[in-house]
């Protein structure tokens, strides 16, 4: 609650969490529904699988509909813009599954990100706006999210904080992830279990655009930030 009051927001908001299908049982939850099912998913191998989604949604907004999302700000860190995006990108992945669930979508749905410091320091908050979104839209969106997770080994280097620039038509994939690798501190690739992953090689510069495009192509049409306009 510090950091949504430095925010300058309500204390406390309002506030609730959904569990979709088989959360966790210790899971404080307001409100239950059925897990997401994606079927006929396709493998490398020709053969196809059904997807079944299932977890938590923390800190959605009641009213209006959207999501919280907590983000600390750190002096060390570097281009807080593509830190800024990444929290986006969860908030709207989040949102396509409430939206295939049946859960969201009909009206527009608003994403406040409150960003704060560790310091004794004021902090903001930014509110990013989602279009309304069709339910089958959405569901066929994360059915390509889950074809990409299948498609077969990852074990190359793509960035999350790389990707954004070329999504928006600015810079070089390439020159971006030099970036990252000299200030490893806004990296995502170098938290969690895999370790190496910045020796890891970069894809094909064709693959970078097939990939930005099946992953990323409904979010900048979807969200809108704040002042209208990506920049």
Do not use: C
Request: a neutral charge; charged letters at 25%.
């Amino acid at each position: 609650m510090t950091q949504v009051g430095k925010a300058g927001l309500p204390i406390p908001p309002r506030t609730e969490a959904l569990a979709f299908g088989r959360a966790s049982e210790d899971a404080r939850v307001d409100r239950t529904f059925e897990g997401l099912s994606l079927a006929g998913i396709p493998l490398p191998d020709g053969t196809a699988v059904d997807v079944e989604v299932f977890g938590t949604l923390k800190s959605l907004l009641v009213s209006p509909p959207g999501s919280l999302v907590l983000a600390a700000i750190s002096r060390q860190s570097f281009r807080q813009k593509e830190r800024k995006y990444r929290d986006i990108l969860r908030a709207f992945v989040e949102y396509a599954v409430l939206v295939a669930a049946g859960q969201a979508g009909g009206t527009e749905f608003q994403v406040v990100r409150a960003a704060a410091s560790s310091r004794d320091e004021k902090g903001s908050n930014e509110v990013y706006r989602f279009r309304p979104w069709g339910q089958r839209d959405a569901a066929d969106y994360l059915s390509t999210l889950a074809g990409e997770m299948l498609r077969g080994s990852h074990d190359d280097l793509f960035p999350y904080e790389a990707v954004m620039p070329q999504l928006l038509g600015k810079g070089d994939f390439e020159d971006a992830v030099e970036d990252l690798l000299a200030n490893p501190r806004s990296a995502s690739f170098t938290y969690g279990p895999i370790a190496g992953a910045e020796s890891r090689p970069l894809p094909a510069p064709q693959e970078v655009a097939r990939r930005i495009k099946v992953r990323f192509g409904p979010l900048t049409t979807i969200v809108i930030p704040p002042g209208g306009k990506w920049k």
